[in-house]
């Protein structure tokens, strides 16, 4: 399985959709109006995904994003407000990144200059919540093929083995999972692929209902963070 898709909730995905995209320099995928993508290097790539739902949500994000700043950081944030974004107080207090929120009010960061963002392109880092970040990486790390790399003390962290592209940072909660994550992942499976439900189980991964009738299964990570497996691609 390979890291595919970051998706977020939307009540107007096209709007949000424009919005990342630009904030990134994100590419139109064709016969796709959904998402957009983000090459990294190589072969290497994310998709940025929007579907709607009909309300916003009410509780503090678990997966945000933290975009590349470092001695831009200013300009990069003058962009982004140009763009849509808006400043946001989430209780951070005097930290050396920005908060801002995208036009649906999901707060993301825009950091500091860090020796560990080499090479990541746009997207930084994804810091997730986890109630065990030791237990959690050692699950993301089988279900994306990510690999250990140096990151924040505290924070158990992955990467993509080409060491390109964010940092997975596994950070610990403040609070535990308790409402459906407004942004999650996508892993898809290759058509070689023979990670099935009970290698996923094995694994601390727990299903979900929501996806009958789809070419996918959502399910939950140990510290219940949905995801979605994504059925193997059609050639």
Same mark, same amino acid.
């Given at each position: 399985m390979h890291l595919e898709n970051i998706v977020w909730d939307?009540?107007?995905?096209? #709007? @949000?959709?424009?919005?990342?995209a630009a904030a990134?320099? !994100?590419?139109?995928? &064709?016969?796709?109006?959904?998402?957009?993508? %983000?090459?990294l290097?190589?072969?290497? #790539? @994310?998709?940025?995904?929007?579907?709607?739902?009909?309300? !916003?949500?009410?509780? &503090?994000?678990?997966?945000?994003?933290?975009? %590349?700043g470092g001695s831009r950081q200013a300009a990069v944030v003058d962009e982004l407000l140009a763009l849509g974004a808006t400043h946001a107080d989430i209780g951070q207090g005097d930290v050396p990144w920005v908060v801002?929120?995208?036009?649906?009010?999901?707060?993301?960061c825009v950091m500091e200059e860090r020796s560990e963002y080499r090479a990541t392109g746009p997207i930084a880092a994804l810091p997730l919540d986890s109630a065990d970040p030791d237990r959690d990486a050692a699950f993301w790390a089988a279900v994306t093929g990510w690999v250990p790399a140096d990151g924040t003390p505290g924070v158990r962290t992955l990467r993509h083995p080409a060491g390109v592209g964010p940092l997975l940072e596994?950070?610990?909660?403040?609070?535990?999972?308790?409402?459906?994550?407004?942004?999650?992942?996508?892993?898809r499976r290759s058509a070689a692929d023979d990670t099935g439900e009970d290698a996923l189980l094995a694994l601390g991964a727990r299903p979900l209902d929501g996806a009958a009738g789809r070419?996918?299964?959502?399910?939950?990570?140990?510290?219940?963070?949905?995801?979605?497996?994504?059925?193997?691609?059609?050639?």
């Amino acid at each position: 399985m390979h890291l595919e898709n970051i998706v977020w909730d939307a009540r107007e995905p096209g #709007r @949000l959709r424009r919005f990342w995209a630009a904030a990134l320099a !994100a590419e139109a995928i &064709p016969d796709d109006d959904d998402c957009s993508r %983000l090459h990294l290097g190589g072969d290497v #790539r @994310l998709d940025l995904c929007f579907q709607p739902v009909p309300d !916003a949500p009410s509780d &503090p994000p678990r997966l945000h994003l933290d975009l %590349l700043g470092g001695s831009r950081q200013a300009a990069v944030v003058d962009e982004l407000l140009a763009l849509g974004a808006t400043h946001a107080d989430i209780g951070q207090g005097d930290v050396p990144w920005v908060v801002l929120a995208d036009p649906e009010g999901n707060p993301f960061c825009v950091m500091e200059e860090r020796s560990e963002y080499r090479a990541t392109g746009p997207i930084a880092a994804l810091p997730l919540d986890s109630a065990d970040p030791d237990r959690d990486a050692a699950f993301w790390a089988a279900v994306t093929g990510w690999v250990p790399a140096d990151g924040t003390p505290g924070v158990r962290t992955l990467r993509h083995p080409a060491g390109v592209g964010p940092l997975l940072e596994l950070c610990p909660e403040t609070a535990p999972h308790v409402a459906k994550n407004r942004i999650h992942l996508d892993v898809r499976r290759s058509a070689a692929d023979d990670t099935g439900e009970d290698a996923l189980l094995a694994l601390g991964a727990r299903p979900l209902d929501g996806a009958a009738g789809r070419p996918w299964v959502v399910y939950a990570d140990p510290s219940g963070n949905e995801f979605c497996v994504l059925d193997p691609a059609r050639e």
